[in-house]
């Protein structure tokens, strides 16, 4: 079984600054995706980014992008020049590969981020 | 568009009551899910369908059941509802067949158990 810890329950910044959320998760799979999905008050389940782990190169997406650390299982979020409209809850998210991962995603439990004026 | 909707968005019910939650997909994925958040636990797996007539127990599946008789909808039963299973459920579609691994989520369904 897998599991993902987020280990920061709350972050507060600036805004325009840069933040990251930090992610990390234990499998003894080998492929695999990982997710960022945001989650703002409405509840609605956003999808930030994600990432292959068959692929070196970090995923990226605007103001959004990773650092995937796959040896050290290791799956940071950066958002730079933060929006207010940024603020919400993260979740990371773990999902197999093999089966197309139709048995689910394995979540963490979130990190609210708020951004300040 | 395509997308995925749940109904109702609003549900108070009462203990033993049996309750079904309505999930509903215009993108003909064949994968369906029902996922419960609580706080402090983020999202956990109920239920998952590969496809017409497949369903499958998630890490959180006591008390729950789905049925899948279509391509389009995967509805989640509680038989006896109980306080318990207070908590906001989502459903979630994906396809991986046809390239999509990502799994897209509906708006969600507040479910209060008294």
């Known amino acids: 079984a897998q599991t993902v810890t987020q280990s920061q329950p709350e972050m507060s910044v600036q805004e325009a600054e840069t933040v990251t959320l930090s992610c990390t998760y234990d499998?003894?799979?080998?492929?695999?995706?990982l997710f960022w999905y945001k989650q703002p008050p409405s509840r609605q389940m956003i999808l930030v980014i994600r990432?292959?782990?068959?692929?070196?190169q970090n995923a990226t997406e605007n103001r959004f992008s990773v650092n995937f650390q796959k040896a050290a299982k290791s799956f940071s979020l950066k958002i730079s020049d933060s929006q207010l409209g940024d603020t919400a809850m993260y979740f990371c998210?773990?999902?197999?590969?093999?089966?197309?991962?139709?048995?689910?995603?394995?979540f963490g439990k979130g990190t609210h981020l708020i951004i300040q004026p | 568009d395509a997308e995925i909707t749940q109904s109702p968005r609003h549900k108070i019910t009462e203990t033993g009551r049996q309750v079904t939650l309505a999930c509903h997909q215009t993108?003909?994925?064949?994968?369906m899910f029902w996922y419960r958040q609580d706080l402090g636990h983020g999202l956990r797996l109920i239920h998952y369908?590969?496809?017409?007539?497949?369903?499958n127990k998630g890490e959180v599946s006591d008390g729950y059941s789905v049925s899948r008789s279509n391509t389009e909808d995967l509805p989640l039963t509680l038989e006896s509802a109980a306080s318990s299973q207070t908590s906001v459920y989502f459903c979630?579609?994906?396809?991986?067949?046809?390239?999509?691994?990502?799994?897209?989520f509906g708006p969600g369904t507040r479910l209060t158990v008294l």
């Open positions: 979630a579609s994906s396809d991986p067949l046809v390239g999509e691994d990502t799994q897209y």
């Open positions: 499998t003894s799979e080998n492929n695999y995706y």
């Open positions: 990432q292959e782990a068959y692929k070196q």
């Open positions: 998210a773990f999902m197999k590969h093999e089966g197309g991962g139709a048995d689910g995603l394995t």
């Open positions: 993108w003909n994925h064949n994968n």
């Open positions: 369908s590969y496809g017409v007539q497949d369903t």
